[in-house]
């Protein structure tokens, strides 16, 4: 079965940076385009980023664009985020989700970033 | 910016009926934004439930469905139970890469 594991969260000062993994098990990884989505305490869910099944197109959402970076290596079956220029409003759950006919098709459990001094 | 509009709570009668929607700050929405719809209960992962507007995931009941209704996507809980208390997210494909979720839908049962 599909299986996502995200990895890399923590506490991290403002302005710092902090590299997320998710690794993926379960399916054909470089077939498959991934997300990642993130979620502030107590709110809702959004939508930070995409990158295609062979790491040629990546896209961002305007609140991250210039600051985080979408990359993957498929001969290791992970995903990555690197996230530089760290605010507190980027504290969140951060999860990675497998693309499925333009939908978040399986998710994983979510690591928590926290940026705080 | 366009933005993606959702109820921000509901509330159903165990046994009932509930239609959520989806909507856009600026114009419509159509299959063409292949709308998705997920589950969430506090502390836990979404669950997908609804893809390209009304395609049910694996595994998630009849019961779920999806449409579009007049200019909006919908999501249909029919004979909600209590473990539908929940709250529920839509997802449009913006176009050019680009995802954006509603604000989500606190259902309560009750």
């Known amino acids: 079965q599909v299986q996502l594991v995200e990895s890399g969260g923590g506490v991290v000062q403002p302005g710092g940076s902090l590299r997320l993994s998710c690794a993926a098990s379960?399916?054909?990884?470089?077939?498959?385009?991934i997300h990642w989505v993130r979620q502030a305490p107590g709110k809702g869910l959004e939508w930070v980023a995409f990158?295609?099944?062979?790491?040629?197109?990546?896209y961002y959402a305007d609140s991250v664009k210039g600051r985080f970076t979408i990359s993957r290596d498929n001969s290791k079956n992970t995903l990555f985020l690197q996230m530089n220029s760290l605010r507190a409003e980027d504290t969140a759950v951060y999860y990675c989700?497998?693309?499925?006919?333009?939908?978040?098709?399986?998710w994983g459990q979510g690591t928590l970033v926290t940026v705080s001094s | 910016q366009t933005v993606v509009t959702q109820e921000p709570s509901f509330s159903v009668s165990p046994g009932g009926t509930v239609t959520l929607t989806c909507g856009l700050s600026?114009?419509?929405?159509?299959?063409?934004?292949?709308p998705s719809w997920y589950q969430q209960t506090p502390g836990q992962a979404p669950r997908t439930l609804i893809y390209?507007?009304?395609t049910r995931s694996s595994g998630v009941p009849d019961r779920f469905s999806g449409s579009i209704l007049g200019n909006k996507a919908a999501l249909t809980i029919t004979g909600a139970q209590a473990d539908d208390e929940s709250d529920y997210y839509c997802?449009?494909?913006?176009?050019?890469?680009?995802?954006?979720f509603g604000g989500g839908t606190k259902l309560t049962v009750l």
């Open positions: 989700a497998k693309d499925s006919v333009y939908c978040l098709g399986s």
């Open positions: 379960g399916f054909s990884f470089s077939s498959y385009g």
């Open positions: 990158i295609r099944y062979d790491g040629s197109n990546k």
């Open positions: 600026s114009g419509s929405v159509s299959t063409t934004y292949y």
């Open positions: 390209s507007t009304n």
């Open positions: 997802v449009l494909y913006m176009g050019s890469g680009i995802w954006a």
